[in-house]
């Protein structure tokens, strides 16, 4: 038994060395972890659980017969992260760079169908060439499988990418399907097409990191959900997201411990909108006070920052935030920010996590820009998914809710469970100087003193509309609070909103305006 013992301990570490030591060193001296020290850094202390470590290549052309690696080129296998169970893979750059062959796609494909058996998330660390040159339409298949099985695995486990490395060609796709993308600075880089083809094609000179690196599509493309400086950053990152997320779609996030009654006004809410309704403010300053220890995991930071997403826990409770932020482009709904926040809300649905609007917007963006590119169906984006979300909806609108915006924000016309709105509050069709230059145009033209009948008209139509006090006589609001009441207000609200059911008709699926 012993001499048996051995030759597994034998084989385990020789697998554990991927392509061996020389390749790992070049790993190193790229700035990049190998497969191994990242699952370490991810998961738990002493709860990964590797399966597949002794599978190999079947593929014998160019030479191949002759090189083989036990793993293959990924690790994979279940662990724990804040002590709730899930799957991952870890693709080995250091075996044929990491580069996916058919027993490869194997291994994934294994991992996920036990991921969704158990019902539990699965993470996958990419750092990849892409398809296994050597092995051809082969390996291009097993991507396909992959892909199918990232679609068919979408709204019933969460599925995160964290892509360190190269990760090219159709090989985008599979974390494109999956719900959330991280990104490590300088040594990731995401693009169907590299460089040498992008000169070929359109003769633009353009670097990798211009390209397809994480600013790029933290900043531009939106492809990246989460970007850090580093790999260690990124994954510690990988881990605090995982905290407000529940296993799978019939489970529910964990709830923090939270001391009620020690919960007090919070006074510095009451004096954050500015007595000039065209002057911004920091919406984050407004989270920061409302969300338990001021702790807001945002998600798409850099990208349509007109509109803020993200995880907080209120009242120990896991909430996805949507936010009008009005100290940029005044907080206006434009198309980046309707795609950006109408996929976010569709992921807090499909797992059970309560979402808090908070609004503060004056429109849709004006301009042949956004209509020619089609503001129309992409904000209905955004309509369509808080429409059909049936998780608990709290509204809260602070000051602005102008027009179209206004019935998309989560209103009670769809299904906002509790819309709320600050005394600060102005619901109304348009700002009022529009609206008055409507309404009131012959009356200003013909007046003696044009100037000042605006004024006058302006004032009526403020004393008149700009307010919440219609809205909540109607019962389109159902209260109107104190600001430094509102992190209460929220907490009892969500808490009593907890076992909420509600039921979209039967349909095969949707159609969301794509
Ligand atoms: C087989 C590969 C490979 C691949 C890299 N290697 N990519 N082996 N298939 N796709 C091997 C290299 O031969 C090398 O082996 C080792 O991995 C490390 O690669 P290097 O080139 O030395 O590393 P680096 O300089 O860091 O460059 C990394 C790289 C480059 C940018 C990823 O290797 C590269 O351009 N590879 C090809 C990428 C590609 O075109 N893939 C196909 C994309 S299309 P040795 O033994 O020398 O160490 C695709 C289709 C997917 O993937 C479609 C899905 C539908």
Known sequence: MKEKSKELYNRKDKAKLGGGEAKIKNQHEKGKL??????????????????????KHRATDFG???????????????????GRPIALFSQDFTVFGGSLSETHAEKIIKIMKLALKAGIPIIGLNDSGGARIQEGVISLGGYADIFLLNTLASGVVPQISVVLGPCAGGAVYSPAITDFIFMARKTSHMFVTGPNVV?????????????????????KSGVAHFVYDNEIETLLNVRKLMGYLPLNFKDRPDNLNFDFESLQPEEKLDSIIPDNP?????????????????????VHQNYAENIICGFCHIGGMSVGIVANQPQILAGVLDINASVKSARFVRFCDAFNIPLLVLVDVPGFLPGTEQEWNGII?????????????????????????????YDVMNSKHIRGDFNFAWPSA??????????????????????????????????????KFANPYIAAERGFLDDIIEPK???????????LLKDKVDNNPKKKHGNIPL
């Open 34 to 55: 190998t497969a191994r020290e990242r699952i370490e850094l991810l998961v738990d202390n002493g709860s990964f659980e590797e399966i597949g470590m002794f599978v």
């Open 278 to 298: 065209n002057k911004p403010y920091d919406m984050k300053e407004v989270i920061s006070l409302l969300v338990d220890d001021s702790e807001f995991l945002e």
């Open 199 to 219: 000169k070929t094609v359109t003769h633009e000179n353009v670097t990798f990191e211009d390209l397809g690196g994480a600013d790029t599509h933290a900043t």
């Open 64 to 82: 191949l017969d002759k090189v083989n690696y036990p793993g293959d080129g990924v690790v994979t296998g279940f662990a724990k992260i804040n």
């Open 426 to 463: 102005e619901l109304a069709v348009m700002g009022p100087k529009g609206a008055v230059e409507i309404i009131f145009k012959k009356e200003i033209e013909s007046s003696e003193n044009p100037e000042l009948e605006l004024e006058r008209k302006l004032n009526e139509y403020i004393q």
């Open 485 to 495: 009441d509102t992190k209460r207000i929220l907490i009892n609200s969500f808490d």
């Open 377 to 405: 169906r992409h904000g209905a984006k955004l309509l369509y998914a808080f429409s059909e979300a049936t998780v608990p909806k709290i509204t809260l609108i602070t000051r602005k809710a102008y027009g179209g915006a």
